[in-house]
């Protein structure tokens, strides 16, 4: 039996290349006729081949769709504990009036000691109700204010993150580690934004420009702003110092990289040797995406004498 059998596996074996030359050549025998194979003329590739490289090179993944809230875990699209913003619980009326104004967000997360102890969050609807509109504010309490936060693992798949603050009516959560600590801070916009792309809001640079102006010598600019754009627009070479290589950058981001080097927190402000000043408005561990530009308003006299007829000169002068 067994050499029936080793005979058997070695005459399969060595029929194989047969075999398979056999079948092509039965698979492209029909498709000629009598006078094509009496001439030897070869007909074309099957269009199975082309077919399937085409497949295979048009296999690449979307970057954004509703698979991501299968494929995703929370970790994936958290923001870091160094990049939180957040509030001790006996903050005082201008230090929380004025970290909303820098920020610019609504939900503001509230630690009792440390960030990895969160007693809740602080809504800016619920403070401008209660301390905004009136002429005789009351007393101040926070602590009457608070919402309750929304504890999630890191490894929890997105969508089903995005389910439960849905049914909890709740836009932020706080991402525990296994100790019990807090590793970081994820909202609905940015489980959203997973599946539709990014979102922008009323205090968002369009997609088309680079930068708004925000009064006189306040700029609030992509981090992709051309640095030469940006010097015509203001009569402001930012790259003019002795500490800046004009060489090895192009940006505004590229810029506020070098002089700080390494990629700076949301909220961090990075001076420029000249005395202007780039705040980091928002950021990811990786890259820059959006500054506020704050220039010197004599800072073009350092630069080049100002002419008299220059309508862009005399704007970033004023």
Do not use: C
């Amino acid at each position: 039996m067994g050499e029936q059998s080793d005979g058997s596996s070695n005459a399969a074996h060595g029929a194989l290349p047969q075999t398979l030359t056999n079948t092509d050549t039965q698979d492209s025998e029909p498709r000629r006729g009598f006078w094509s194979r009496l001439l030897g003329k070869d007909t074309p590739a099957p269009v199975v081949h082309t077919a399937r490289v085409e497949t295979t090179d048009n296999s690449s993944r979307p970057t954004h769709g509703m698979i991501n809230l299968r494929r995703m875990r929370v970790e994936d699209v958290a923001i870091p504990k160094a990049e939180i913003v957040a509030v001790p619980a006996n903050v005082t009326r201008d230090q929380l009036v004025k970290t909303f104004r820098d920020t610019g967000m609504t939900r503001l997360p509230v630690f009792q000691d440390t960030l990895d102890t969160p007693i809740g969050l602080i809504h800016l609807k619920d403070f401008a109700l209660r301390h905004g509109f009136t002429t005789k504010p009351g007393r101040f309490t926070l602590k009457s204010m608070l919402r309750p936060l929304l504890f999630v693992p890191p490894s929890m798949p997105i969508g089903v993150l995005l389910q439960k603050m849905q049914s909890e009516r709740r836009h932020m959560a706080l991402v525990i580690d296994e100790y019990g600590g807090v590793d970081g801070l994820v909202t609905i916009e940015d489980l959203i934004e997973q599946v539709i792309g990014q979102i922008e809001d009323e205090h968002d640079v369009e997609e088309d420009k680079h930068w708004s102006k925000e009064d006189e010598t306040t700029y609030l600019a992509v981090a992709k702003a051309p640095l030469d754009e940006f010097a015509k627009e203001t009569g402001i070479d930012l790259t003019e110092d002795d500490s800046v290589d004009e060489e090895e950058i192009d940006t505004l981001g590229g810029l506020v990289f070098m002089l700080s080097g390494r990629v700076p927190a949301r909220g961090e402000v990075v001076p420029h040797p000249a005395g202007h000043e780039f705040e980091v408005v928002d950021a990811d561990p990786r890259r820059i995406k959006r500054l506020r530009v704050r220039l010197r308003p004599d800072g073009i006299d350092m630069s080049a004498p100002q002419p008299e007829d220059g309508e862009t000169v005399d704007l970033a002068a004023q």
